[in-house]
């Protein structure tokens, strides 16, 4: 291997990669910011806009509809580009149809379809996020940390969504909704700089990674394992990917299918929990924002201790308890909690036992992307965006189907459908093997 004579020196810093990973999630929370803006904004533009919560829905569900369509997309140009340009270029992305949303006057003609299409656009740079993500983590961590830096990753979700509800409150309260979208532009176009001038696509290409680092990360992230045989090269020389394989497998299509469950229930969060405490609840604008808090509070600290748990348990149980077990047992604990959170009586009592439930949800995140980092090695952004795409679609149905629901037979019934969707998603995991590898399966 060739050798950066300033590797060799240094060896006493902090790991590159957990330098990285968590600017990664400072990205995660800004992702997270842009999109669950508009929840907190919806009040504001369901009035100026004229429009109910079904329609606002159609609005929700819009950005759910270009994020899913685009994961896959994103997972292959994960691996072409790498994840140091294409996620720079996606944060500008994201910054540009941000400050569009708010760009859209109420009284012109068409403009709720106009929204509904820069929505679409945002989601469509958004989906590169987790994608490239997964795709940095498979070849900047050994096998045994991706749970941890996963975790660290996915708290950047509830650290964005948490921020979200004081913060765009208090924007809004003083300078209107439209302020509140321009400064989610911004601080995206900041981070973003911030990274691309940071980060490189490989530990090989960063100069300030030092030999001993270096040495941890290329002996345990599994390239040997993830080698099989040569399939079909492109014209660059690199192989192209296994469709054949990716598709048919039952350890993409189990994730798959937990993931969209597990999209369905996190989105009731990111949609419509701020609105549910504001016009079920009773909420005012500034008790819905503090209580629309709890749950992505939760979700940070589920998804950090999921992580860390993960790992532990994998490396001192085993794999199967850290990577399956655990996720399956917290989508369970998520259903019985969803239950029980919507049928409470007192607000304060309703808004803490779902948020126990959301940091539930979040204790699984890390295995669904450390899972198909081991199982897709360099297919990581492939695999992980097949499986994204599930989630999201998920998001896409709740965003919609949740108020018609909850407009028809009540909103415990939209909870009951969520409760519903987590026990089949627990299950699905009983079908995922963790010692599976893409390269292993046998082309047809």
Not at 310 to 331: K, M, Q, T
Not at 401 to 416: D, K, R, V
């Amino acid at each position: 291997m060739h050798r950066n004579p300033a590797r060799e020196h240094g060896n006493d810093r902090a790991p590159i990669r957990y330098l990285l990973v968590l600017w990664l999630l400072v990205l995660s929370a800004v992702a997270f910011l842009d999109r669950t803006n508009i929840s907190i904004a919806g009040v504001q533009i369901g009035s100026e806009f004229k429009i109910e919560n079904v329609r606002l829905g159609w609005v929700f569900s819009a950005f759910l509809i270009g994020y899913a369509s685009f994961q896959i997309p994103g997972g292959v140009l994960a691996r072409r580009f790498g994840p140091r340009r294409l996620l720079a270029f996606s944060v500008i992305w994201w910054g540009v149809f941000t400050a569009l949303t708010a760009s859209i006057p109420p009284g012109m003609r068409g403009a709720l379809l106009l929204l509904v299409l820069v929505r679409i656009a945002l989601g469509a740079g958004e989906a590169i996020m987790y994608p490239a993500a997964n795709q940095f983590v498979e070849r900047w961590f050994p096998i045994a940390e991706r749970g941890k830096a996963n975790g660290i990753i996915f708290g950047g979700v509830g650290i964005g969504s948490g921020l979200t509800p004081p913060l765009l409150t208090a924007i809004i309260l003083h300078f209107g909704w439209r302020a509140s979208f321009w400064f989610c532009a911004v601080a995206g176009l900041m981070a973003g700089t911030v990274w691309y001038l940071a980060a490189r696509n490989t530990p090989e290409e960063h100069p300030w990674v030092t030999s001993g680092e270096l040495d941890t990360i290329v002996r345990g992230r599994g390239d040997a394992q993830a080698r099989g045989a040569a399939p079909n090269l492109r014209s660059d020389g690199r192989p192209g990917a296994p469709w054949r394989k990716i598709c048919c497998s039952k350890e993409v299509l189990a994730l798959t299918a937990s993931y969209f469950a597990y999209g369905y229930v996190a989105w009731i969060y990111f949609s419509w929990f701020y609105i549910y405490l504001a016009q079920v609840r009773g909420l005012d604008l500034k008790a819905s924002a503090l209580y629309s808090m709890f749950p992505f509070i939760a979700m940070t600290l589920g998804s950090l201790f999921g992580g860390v748990a993960s790992d532990w348990l994998a490396r001192h149980v085993n794999i199967r308890a850290g990577r399956c077990i655990l996720p399956a047992l917290a989508l369970g604990c998520n259903a019985i909690l969803l239950v029980v959170g919507s049928r409470a009586h007192d607000p304060r009592v309703a808004s803490a036992v779902l948020a126990c439930g959301a940091g539930a949800l979040y204790l699984s995140q890390s295995c669904f992307w450390s899972v198909s980092a081991d199982f897709a090695g360099e297919f990581a952004g492939v695999v992980s965006g097949t499986m994204n795409m599930g989630c999201q679609i998920g998001g896409a149905v709740t965003a919609s189907l949740t108020p018609l629901i909850a407009s028809h037979f009540g909103w415990e019934a939209s909870f009951l459908a969520a409760t519903i969707l987590a026990v089949l998603g627990a299950l699905a995991w009983l079908a995922v093997d963790p010692h599976a590898r893409l390269a292993g399966i046998a082309s047809s």
